[in-house]
């Protein structure tokens, strides 16, 4: 167990519906990843919060939010969905936010399965 | 833009070595890390290493780190059939937020 929770595991919906991915961060925390992960793009990072602030956007679509909550939680809406949207999508957290002279550490969750049919 | 590469597929036998190796653009590049990702689970760091050292040895995982031809390498020794995974590069820029970029990974077969 990493620390880092995401629920659900599993989620199979139909194009168009709306998802909502949920992110609990390893303990002490601040900052959340959000990336997507499918076999033809590898690993593509979408959104960075830190401490409830959005801190950096990477590849996330116009039909993507995310948000961070005031207890670290984060979640990933993902709405009007598309085949192409199924993929593996991970939470990762990490102490800081990046800028410091250290190392910066993610810690991944399991991961979110969405298929969309 | 800022590249990472990393070939597909490496396939070993169990007891020899496996090589990993990554290639990335940012000349300026801090901090590089390699991830191990098992079968069904995320990304777990193995190990990272600062652009100020060329080597790092961390009992059988072995980091180089070339810098003059931007080449980054994990060496495995005494390869396990636990070890068949994807293993990623990621590489931290000097700019703001030190933002990773990460290769799409190596996908390691380890064969009895």
């Known amino acids: 167990d990493s620390g880092v929770t995401q629920t659900p595991k599993h989620l199979i919906t139909a194009t168009g519906q709306r998802v909502t991915l949920r992110c609990s961060p390893r303990s002490g925390d601040l900052s959340v990843y959000w990336y997507q992960q499918s076999l033809d793009q590898g690993l593509q990072f979408l959104i960075q919060?830190?401490?409830?602030?959005?801190?950096a956007k990477g590849n996330i679509l116009e039909r993507f939010s995310a948000q961070q909550f005031p207890d670290l939680h984060s979640e990933l809406n993902l709405s009007s969905l598309e085949l192409g949207d199924s993929a593996l999508y991970f939470c990762?957290?990490?102490?800081?936010?990046?800028?410091?002279?250290?190392?910066?550490?993610?810690?991944f969750g399991a991961g979110s399965r969405l298929t969309v049919l | 833009g800022e590249d990472v590469e990393q070939s597909l597929f490496l396939s070993v036998r169990e007891g020899d070595s496996s090589v990993i190796n990554c290639t990335y653009t940012?000349?300026?590049?801090?901090?590089l890390y390699w991830y191990k990702q098992e079968p069904g689970a995320g990304l777990q760091l193995l190990t990272y290493?600062?652009?100020n050292m060329d080597m790092k040895q961390d009992q059988r995982l072995t980091v180089l780190l070339n810098k003059k031809d931007k080449h980054l390498s994990l060496r495995i020794a005494d390869t396990q059939t636990g070890d068949s995974a994807i293993y990623f590069c990621?590489?931290?820029?000097?700019?703001?937020?030190?933002?990773?970029?990460w290769g799409l990974g190596t996908s390691l077969a380890v064969n009895p």
């Open positions: 290493i600062f652009s």
């Open positions: 940012d000349s300026s590049s801090t901090y």
């Open positions: 919060y830190y401490n409830g602030e959005e801190r």
């Open positions: 990621a590489v931290a820029n000097a700019g703001n937020n030190r933002k990773l970029i």
């Open positions: 990762a957290s990490s102490a800081g936010q990046g800028e410091n002279s250290g190392a910066n550490v993610l810690t």
